[in-house]
Structure formats: C-alpha cells, structure tokens
C-alpha cells in the first residue's frame, strides 16, 4: 500500500506501557487498541494519570511502547517518510520556545536542524508557515518574551507544521489562555485541519475546544480506550468516569452551550494577508 492510499494515519494493535517503580510496577496501558483515520480530528480524554501525554509521545516515536504495535502512516514513529520529511508535527503543552532565538528562528528549527536547505529557502518557508497561523512578517524578529499567550502558541504551531507533517498532535492547545485568545486559537485550528488536511490527535480537559474541534473523542479508563465516538455517544456510554467528567456541573454546562450554539461560520481564508 501506498502513502498516499492508506486512510489508516495511526495504528496502535494492543499496546502495553508499563513503567517499573518502587512499588513494582505500573500498568498504564494494557491491550490499548485506536485507529485513527486521515481527515479526523481525535480527542482523547482521560483521568490525570491515565497515559494521553505517553500516548502522544508513542505516537511521536519519543517512547517505545513496553509491547504491542504503533505505526504512523504504516511506519515506526520518528521513521522519515519517503520524501524525507517527518510525518509528526507536535504542538507541546507549553510552546517550549527558545527564549534566545527570534520567533522566524524558532519556527525554521526543525528544517535548520536537518542542514538539507539553503538559508534563504529556509527562511521563506519559516515565512510562509508565520503567515499560515495568522501572523504577520514584522513578527518574524520578535523575541518569544515579547509575546502573548495566544502569539506563543501560534509561533509554536507554525514550528510543528514547517516539514508539512500529515499529522499533528497537540498536547492541551489552549491551556492557558483567555476565553478569547482559546476561541481564535481553535478557529485557526480548525481551519489549518480544513486547507492542510490534517490529521489531528488532540489532549484537551477544556470541554469548550473538545466539543469545538474534535470529530471523534476516545475516552481512556481502565488502562485501554473503553469507547470512541461523537460527543452525544460517547457521553451515553455507561462508565463512572465518563459520567462525572461530562455529566458533572462542567460538562453540562459545555454541552448546553454546544446545544445553543449556531453552526460556525468558516473562518477567514488562512494565510490571508493584512
Ligand atoms: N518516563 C516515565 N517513567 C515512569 N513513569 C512514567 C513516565 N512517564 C509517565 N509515567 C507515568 O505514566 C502514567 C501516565 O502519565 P501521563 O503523563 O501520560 O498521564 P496523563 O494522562 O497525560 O495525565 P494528565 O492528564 O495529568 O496530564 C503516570 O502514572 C506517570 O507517572
Ligand atoms: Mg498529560
């Protein structure tokens, strides 16, 4: 099979975590099984604890599963594709920029780093991926602490996304910011999964960006996912977890608010010039 015919862009075949410590051992994934396809935007949630980070670092190819199988677009994570490009990008919890480098500096990383490219195309390409998450050319020599919340993430977006990567994982997207600066950051989100067409695998315990932007959510309890579907069926699957997580004050609130809410008018073309 080929890349570009495979509609499987993750696959993980009962994988088993487990992690010795002084107590023994402990088990945080036993028998997992998620497969997830091109186009979707897969949300996992779970208890503190339950393994979506060391999931998602699986899925990067950054830890090696204790047993069992993951494969990125029929490969081992981390494995270049065919043209030499990586098949993850991964938005980080906290942007993790560096504080010494200029924002065009920080989003080139990656492609600098690999010594494949002349500068100047380096530099274009950092230049385009700036204007793709909503920034502007007068931003590329800022430095990360003369920015904003929102601006941070955008910047740390536009790095996971300099190789074009099929797929991109975002640890809590928008943790941290402000009601408003978390609604655009999931506008821009969506319409980047939309014109790039991306697939998404997202960590979020904000129920507001979960409902926003996930197309399927897998809920992780008792070591495995235990069930995937929309949000309506997921929140009707009988397990305690799920009950107090969605059917709690918190939950309730965000489902009355996706009940409410109009359809969403697209978002402005990304990239679109100022
Ligand atoms: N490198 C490691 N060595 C030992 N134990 C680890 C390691 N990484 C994670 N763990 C353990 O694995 C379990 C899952 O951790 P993980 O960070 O994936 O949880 P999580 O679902 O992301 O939780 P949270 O919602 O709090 O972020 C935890 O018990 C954690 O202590
Ligand atoms: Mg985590």
């Given at each position: 099979m080929t890349e570009s015919s495979t509609t499987v862009v993750v696959d993980i075949r009962k994988l088993w975590t487990v992690f010795k410590n002084?107590?023994?051992?402990?088990?945080?994934?036993r028998d997992l099984d998620l497969h997830i396809e091109r186009g979707e935007v897969l949300s996992l949630v779970g208890g503190s604890g339950t393994g979506k980070t060391v999931l998602l670092r699986q899925i990067l190819g950054l830890e090696k599963p204790s047993k069992g199988i993951v494969e990125v677009l029929g490969r081992a994570p981390g494995e270049l594709s065919a043209k030499g490009a990586a098949n993850v990008g991964m938005l980080f919890q906290h942007g993790a920029l560096f504080s010494a480098f200029s924002v065009l500096e920080n989003i080139a990383f990656p492609l600098r780093e690999l010594k494949l490219l002349p500068d100047e195309l380096i530099r274009n390409a950092a230049l385009v991926k700036l204007q793709m998450v909503g920034l502007q050319p007068r931003h590329a020599n800022m430095s990360p602490?003369?920015?904003?919340?929102?601006?941070?993430?955008?910047?740390?977006?536009?790095?996971?996304?300099?190789?074009?990567?099929p797929l991109l994982l975002l640890d809590e997207p928008t943790a941290g910011l402000d009601p408003e600066s978390a609604d655009s950051f999931c506008d821009l989100l969506r319409g980047l999964h939309r014109e790039l067409g991306l697939t998404v695998v997202m960590v979020?315990?904000?129920?507001?960006?979960?409902?926003?932007?996930?197309?399927?959510?897998?809920?992780?309890?008792?070591?495995?996912?235990?069930?995937?579907?929309?949000?309506?069926?997921?929140?009707?699957?009988?397990?305690?977890?799920?009950?107090?997580?969605?059917?709690?004050?918190?939950?309730?609130?965000?489902l009355e608010a996706l009940h409410d809410k109009p359809a969403k008018a697209p978002p402005p073309p990304v990239g679109a010039g100022h």
């Amino acid at each position: 099979m080929t890349e570009s015919s495979t509609t499987v862009v993750v696959d993980i075949r009962k994988l088993w975590t487990v992690f010795k410590n002084a107590d023994g051992e402990n088990i945080v994934h036993r028998d997992l099984d998620l497969h997830i396809e091109r186009g979707e935007v897969l949300s996992l949630v779970g208890g503190s604890g339950t393994g979506k980070t060391v999931l998602l670092r699986q899925i990067l190819g950054l830890e090696k599963p204790s047993k069992g199988i993951v494969e990125v677009l029929g490969r081992a994570p981390g494995e270049l594709s065919a043209k030499g490009a990586a098949n993850v990008g991964m938005l980080f919890q906290h942007g993790a920029l560096f504080s010494a480098f200029s924002v065009l500096e920080n989003i080139a990383f990656p492609l600098r780093e690999l010594k494949l490219l002349p500068d100047e195309l380096i530099r274009n390409a950092a230049l385009v991926k700036l204007q793709m998450v909503g920034l502007q050319p007068r931003h590329a020599n800022m430095s990360p602490a003369d920015l904003s919340g929102g601006m941070i993430k955008r910047v740390a977006l536009a790095r996971a996304l300099i190789m074009d990567p099929p797929l991109l994982l975002l640890d809590e997207p928008t943790a941290g910011l402000d009601p408003e600066s978390a609604d655009s950051f999931c506008d821009l989100l969506r319409g980047l999964h939309r014109e790039l067409g991306l697939t998404v695998v997202m960590v979020t315990h904000d129920l507001d960006t979960l409902f926003d932007l996930s197309t399927r959510i897998a809920v992780l309890a008792d070591h495995k996912v235990i069930t995937s579907g929309s949000a309506r069926e997921v929140i009707t699957y009988p397990h305690p977890f799920i009950h107090e997580y969605f059917l709690g004050g918190r939950g309730q609130r965000a489902l009355e608010a996706l009940h409410d809410k109009p359809a969403k008018a697209p978002p402005p073309p990304v990239g679109a010039g100022h």
